[in-house]
């Protein structure tokens, strides 16, 4: 008799419990006959075991042997190439030497908040978007120049500024001069514990006119991308249409130190998040500008975040020189949007030549 | 820092007559100066300075009669910041004192997340936003400002209003909150943030002011050392363990340490643990003739005590005023 009372006998009869731990049983014997040594548990007869027991089943739901050695195949490739181990142990060591072993009278961040060490340490990390997720094509680094400032403009997407990690590794990998790119960031990841910290270390400025003269003044190459959170969160259906220049403020400033713009088209960073809607009620209660809402975030979490391997393209074009404005000429107005308008049209028409030209997004 | 200042003073010999203002005398038998207790805080505390000032003909007057620490009662310290300046400035006016001097700080400006990198003095100062302590400080300035727009320069006599912003002032004799804070064998941060610090010298600081003593220079100036230093770094320069706390836990732990008399600040100084809050020095290097020995870093060892050869590399390049003894709390001079 049970303590509980009849009906919990009833319901243990329900549900099977005697029978269950009935068939249990004898499974976990044979288990611990067949695996159960003198050495202890024998994982490795345990996965074969498994594998060929996986197998078996699955052709009983008839999936065939060729599908499933396929498969087998392309995962092995994939943690071959991708997640090599090496490269994630390099990254990780690195980073953790950066911050655990620091010398504590050696300076370390430059005036910006720049950390070489930790440029250096998260470099494989970037290198590996670059070359195996993204596999990178650049066209017209020669336009990059060799010394002295520039503001490179370029179309901005994909909800956290990769583009601009691949643009600055794009200069560093391509062109002989390997030129650190300084790039300007919206301000409201510096709202993000972790992550403002982290943009601050691996070069990146909040963007601002002080802080792009003060850049353009030590003869800094910068990045500018004059769409600002407006291109960040481009809807998908919106792609590859190039949002408003702000007000323009890039060209005053090329004006007004005489400093030649360089336009950038990035092609594929605008399909890694498709944005396919924003929710701006939820976002303004956590102090960013927005909320996206693509097929992985946030239904995914933290999963939903990793973007999609599409095939990118970056092209540099010839620079475009202000220099026959004078100083005065940056408080026009009506000329500064003029001219911001004509670099808008330029990049657009590379983005526009370049999409024709390619087949897929992914390859 | 008025006593470091009031030593170099007596060591630059050929300077007619000092006179000091504080509270109580100081506490070091000197010579060369003359010593009166004035409370600004008093309501006639304004007819009182008019009266020495008229006796002893003072021709310059630098303000340095804050608190160094954030005080609890904070009527006593508004009545202090805005009220005393009021009464100085009057004082100043009716006795036609030809130089004011201000000592202030780059706190003003608040940290906040959207500040430039480098803060001119231009930029607005927003530190009113995040403390009333700050609030006070900046109605100093204020007061010091509408002063020199209403006593312009082309007045007989001209009149030079200075305001001289510092960074965190370190060096061996320092004592104010933020080396109370860097002094703990634990170190608070936020959690995931690590903001770029800046310190200046006091030794700089006081040859900055001597610099604005001799020579006219009004305006607004930041004075700064060169460089910058992430928080954490400097935590494991001055030798501390760095405790990073989530911001909402540390915040309800530096209230309740406020009330109990253990935090050295109010909570609402935590920004300044998160953002960044770093002046361009770029104008005081140009227009002062002044630039600082120490950098950022340096400042911090000397604080620290941790290498002497620091302290005699300022002896050789400025043996003027190497050595200055411990400063009282409330200094005015």
């Known amino acids: ?363 | 820092m008025g006593g470091s200042i009031l030593r170099a003073l007596l060591k630059n010999a050929g300077h007619p007559r000092i006179i000091s203002l504080d509270l109580q005398p100081p506490s070091k038998k000197s010579s060369g100066f003359r010593h009166y207790n004035v409370d600004l805080t008093e309501s006639h505390a304004h007819e009182v300075l008019l009266e020495i000032f008229k006796k002893e003909g003072c021709q310059a007057l630098i303000h340095s009669a804050f608190f160094t620490l954030p005080p609890h009662n904070l009527e006593e310290s508004h009545e202090l910041h805005s009220i005393g300046t009021m009464h100085l400035l009057y004082a100043a006016a009716k006795a036609s004192i030809r130089k004011l001097i201000l000592s202030s700080t780059t706190d003003v400006y608040g940290a906040f997340p959207d500040n430039p990198n480098f803060l001119t003095e231009d930029h607005p100062a927003r530190g009113y936003k995040l403390s009333p302590f700050l609030k006070d400080r900046i109605d100093a300035e204020r007061q010091f400002l509408d002063f020199s727009r209403k006593h312009p320069r082309c007045e007989k006599p001209q009149t030079v209003v200075t305001i001289l912003r510092a960074a965190t002032i370190l060096g061996p004799h320092v004592s104010n909150f933020k080396t109370h804070f860097l002094q703990n064998p634990v170190v608070p941060m936020v959690l995931g943030y690590d903001p770029l610090f800046q310190f200046v010298h006091e030794s700089d600081l006081v040859r900055a002011f001597l610099q604005v003593i001799f020579e006219d220079h009004p305006g607004v100036y930041n004075i700064v050392g060169n460089g910058v230093l992430p928080l954490s770094r400097a935590i494991s320069i001055a030798g501390k363990v760095p405790l990073p706390i989530p911001e909402t836990l540390l915040t309800s732990l530096a209230t309740t340490g406020w009330y109990l008399n253990v935090a050295p600040t109010p909570p609402d100084h935590i920004n300044f643990l998160k953002y960044l809050c770093i002046a361009d020095g770029q104008h005081a290097w140009e227009n002062l003739n002044w630039r600082p020995v120490y950098t950022s870093q340096e400042a911090l060892l000397s604080f620290t005590g941790k290498t002497l050869w620091m302290s005699l590399r300022a002896k050789r390049s400025n043996p003027k005023i190497a050595s200055s003894t411990s400063s009282p709390r409330n200094d005015r001079v």
């Open chain 1, 1 to 363: 008799m049970n303590p509980l009372g009849p009906w919990a006998e009833d319901l243990e009869k329900a549900l099977k419990l005697e029978q269950l731990s009935k068939n249990i049983k004898p499974f976990l014997d044979q288990m611990e006959k067949t695996f159960l040594n003198e050495k202890g548990f024998d994982w490795q007869s345990f996965q074969g075991a498994f594998q060929q027991y996986f197998q078996h089943w699955m052709e009983q739901q008839g999936v065939s042997k060729k599908t499933l050695e396929d498969l087998q195949q392309a995962l092995q490739i994939l943690w071959k190439d991708w997640f090599q181990p090496r490269f994630f142990q390099e990254t990780l060591f690195n980073l953790a030497r950066v911050y655990f072993l620091q010398q504590a009278t050696e300076s370390s961040v430059d005036e910006f908040g720049m950390d070489p060490k930790v440029v250096e340490a998260v470099r494989p990390l970037f290198q590996f978007l670059y070359k195996d997720y993204w596999r990178v094509s650049v066209e017209g680094a020669r336009h990059l120049p060799a010394k002295g400032r520039g503001i490179i403009i370029s179309n901005h997407s994909g909800m956290l500024p990769y583009d601009a990690a691949m643009i600055h590794l794009a200069a560093y990998n391509e062109h002989s001069a390997k030129r650190h790119i300084r790039f300007l960031v919206e301000d409201f990841v510096y709202h993000f514990p972790f992550l403002g910290t982290f943009i601050h270390r691996i070069g990146g400025v909040r963007a601002c006119p002080e802080n792009a003269a003060w850049l353009l003044k030590k003869n800094n190459l910068v990045i500018v991308f004059p769409e600002g959170v407006k291109g960040l969160g481009k809807l998908y259906e919106d792609r590859y249409q190039l949002q408003r220049f702000g007000r323009g403020g890039f060209v005053r400033l090329a004006i007004r130190t005489k400093t030649p713009i360089i336009p950038c088209a990035v092609i594929g960073a605008e399909e890694i998040h498709p944005v396919l809607w924003r929710s701006q009620i939820l976002a303004k209660s956590m102090g960013i500008p927005y909320l996206p809402v693509t097929p992985t975030f946030p239904w995914l979490g933290p999963l939903g975040l990793i973007p999609l391997p599409t095939k990118w393209e970056i092209i540099f074009g010839k620079p475009i020189s202000f220099s026959k404005y004078k100083a005065k000429d940056a408080e026009d107005d009506l000329l500064v949007h003029k001219l911001a308008e004509q670099v808008r049209e330029k990049i657009q028409e590379m983005v526009d030549k370049s999409i024709k030209k390619r087949a897929s997004i992914w390859f």
